[in-house]
């Protein structure tokens, strides 16, 4: 695959399921733009310091191998082609690597206990007792493991024709590990890099907001519905919960 491919299909499908995020109030907190600001010009709107671009960040979690790994890996998943930039430039990493350290990523807020099945039907929900924090350690591992075996390199060393083979490899449940089902594996990363292209810059992705920017998605405005049902793109930029502006 290209490394701007124009119809990458899951850069083409992120984007089509995503126009529905849920739109975020906080005209309690002060934050965001009320009605009479929407009728102003939007190049006369304040303008609040950006989120710091993706590539400073050093991770608390991933080890520097990992790290390399899920780096590689969401540049594939989302790459940056004429649309704009993908999710290894919105920092997906950064948000992944921050939500390993929540409850989340333990398994807190799931319920862990037996049986457990992993041939149960998909509508019965999460049936493993891995939490993400095992997912993405385990699965990082047996993907590098399986790349050094037939390769010598390990993942985030290959060009990006090689790692997109990989991950359709992965996705399509052709590579079987012994420590983690591969497509519970591809599934986690896939829906953590589109929640970190298109979360708010607060939790470490979408930095400038160019995944919001992309669907046209207004942000944490406090109130946009006059533009709801007039048929054309929204012409003001999206905000974030912290005020600022893309």
Known sequence: MPEHAPDNPRRDFLRKTLTLIPVVTVAST?????TSQLLAA?????????????GNYQPTFFSAEEWAFVE?????????????????EAGAAEF???????????GAQWYMHGPFNADAAPELGYQL????????????????????ANGGQVFAAQDSATRDRILS???AGELVFDSVPAKVFFSLLVQNTREGFFCDPIHGGNKGMVGWTQIGF?????????????????????????????
């Open 96 to 106: 992944i690597d921050r939500q390993m350290n929540t409850p989340y990523a333990t």
């Open 30 to 34: 002060g934050l965001g733009v009320g």
């Open 72 to 88: 590689a890996a969401v540049s594939r998943i989302i790459p940056a082609d004429e649309l704009g930039p993908g999710a290894l």
């Open 129 to 148: 007792q891995l939490s993400p924090q095992q997912i993405y350690r385990l699965g990082i591992a047996a993907v590098d493991g399986w790349c050094k």
């Open 42 to 54: 939007p190049q006369h709107e304040p303008k609040v310091p950006a989120t710091p671009p993706a």
């Open 218 to 246: 207004p942000g944490a405005r406090a109130d946009f519905m006059d533009w709801v049902e007039r048929n054309e793109p929204y012409p003001f930029p999206a905000v974030s919960i912290r005020g600022e502006r893309a």
């Open 169 to 171: 490899k992965i996705e």
